[in-house]
């Protein structure tokens, strides 16, 4: 039996490099992302290598996690639930003095809550003793960054969601991961006008997200690059 994994945000950058990667060893996957045209894309070119769903819509809304939990049990299991989905917010990123409150709820409603959410939901699905959850964060989660009150601040929540999950579900592995600066377009939208194409690649994250998605390391927070190992 194909293992399962959800990686919600797979339409581009990290979301999809990942879903690759997963797709070429044969994963079962079920996908998320806001664009359709975009997902469908994605899902296309990689229902070439697996069988994939891919279904457009919001994390935060409540009817579009079901119908992606609706998917996990169409397959009976889950082995990996990726909470990559992110919402960065003003562009450029603005003091917390000026920070639009009604803007930093949508943050938190995206980064945190949904996560959380799809957690709940997934848990009775997860496979027990080897079921992983990997929630994407960020080194501005730990960081005092100017202009990154906001989206930091919605990560570090996150972070510390993710410690005390590690406690409460210790049948599974819950790693929180930093994949570091990439080359996405979240990462020019961060930085308008300015060149980001010296970052890496987010597929130069991918390693090491798989060495915790298949390797037997216990939860924690790591650093994606830290873990990859060259071929």
């Known amino acids: 039996m194909n293992r399962v994994a959800v990686v919600t945000g797979a339409s581009r950058g990290l979301g999809l ?8 060893e044969h ?16 899902a ?17 809304d409540p009817r579009h996690r079901q119908e992606l939990i609706d998917a996990v ?8 639930l990726v909470n990559n989905a992110s919402f960065l917010g003003p562009s450029p990123q603005p003091a917390l003095s000026d920070y639009p409150l009604d803007t930093l709820r949508r943050v938190f409603e995206v980064n945190l809550l949904a996560p959380l959410a799809l957690i709940q939901q997934a848990l009775p699905w997860l496979a027990r003793s080897s079921g992983r959850i990997v929630n994407v964060t960020s080194d ?25 999950l590690a406690v409460e579900e210790t049948s599974l592995r819950v790693y929180w991961v930093d994949p570091g600066d990439m080359n996405t377009d979240m990462q020019q939208q961060a930085f308008p006008g300015e060149d980001v194409s010296d970052r890496p690649p987010p597929s130069a994250s ?24 060259p071929q």
């Open 206 to 229: 991918v390693p090491g997200l798989m060495e915790l998605i298949s390797g037997d390391l216990p939860s924690g927070r790591y650093e994606a690059r830290q873990l990859a190992v």
């Open 44 to 60: 296309t070119e990689l229902s070439d290598w697996t069988q994939v769903v891919a279904m457009a819509g919001d994390v935060a």
């Open 140 to 164: 501005a989660a730990l960081g005092a960054y100017q202009g990154w009150g906001g989206y930091g601040s919605s990560k570090a929540a996150l972070e510390q969601l993710s410690r005390v």
């Open 73 to 80: 049990a169409a397959q009976g299991r889950l082995d990996v």
């Open 27 to 42: 994963w079962s996957l079920i996908l998320d992302a806001r664009g359709q045209e975009a997902l469908a894309s994605a």
């Open 17 to 24: 490099a990942l879903a690759r990667r997963l797709a070429e």
